[in-house]
């Protein structure tokens, strides 16, 4: 992987913006359901994957199991990166496309948890 990149609202945004697409792989958020170039996609891949594990340990696969989508506004080190939910949601479409996000329960299960938010795992590999 490429050296860690630091995770900021404009680092993702810009992601974000260079692999959306009018087709190719097709993602579910919480709000919005994206089209991602999947090309694209798998040239940010090491890039995306940098990103996600600057998000709290929580979120690991391997030492937290997976954790609320409403804690990924702060940072593995406790500093918030952004404050908004669109650009924590951007992230996360990102990482499902790359197949380096999972779901933990399937959207009707969502209201069960703190919030009505998901909790998303990031894995340890792809």
């Known amino acids: 992987m490429s050296a860690t990149r630091v995770l900021t609202a404009e680092m993702v945004e810009q992601t974000f913006a260079a692999c959306i697409a009018d087709e190719g792989i097709e993602v579910e958020g919480i709000v919005h359901s994206v089209i991602f170039d999947k090309g694209r996609i798998a040239d940010h891949a090491d890039l995306i994957a940098s990103l996600l594990f600057e998000l709290p ?53 969502w209201e069960i948890l703190p919030g009505g938010m998901p909790y998303y795992v990031v894995k340890d590999s792809p």
């Open 57 to 109: 340990e929580q979120f690991r696969q391997s030492s937290g199991g997976g954790w609320s989508f409403l804690n990924a506004c702060d940072d593995r080190n406790g500093n918030q990166w952004t404050g908004l939910h669109q650009t924590m949601e951007q992230l996360f479409l990102l990482g499902l496309a790359a197949g380096l996000v999972e779901c933990q329960l399937p959207r009707d299960m």
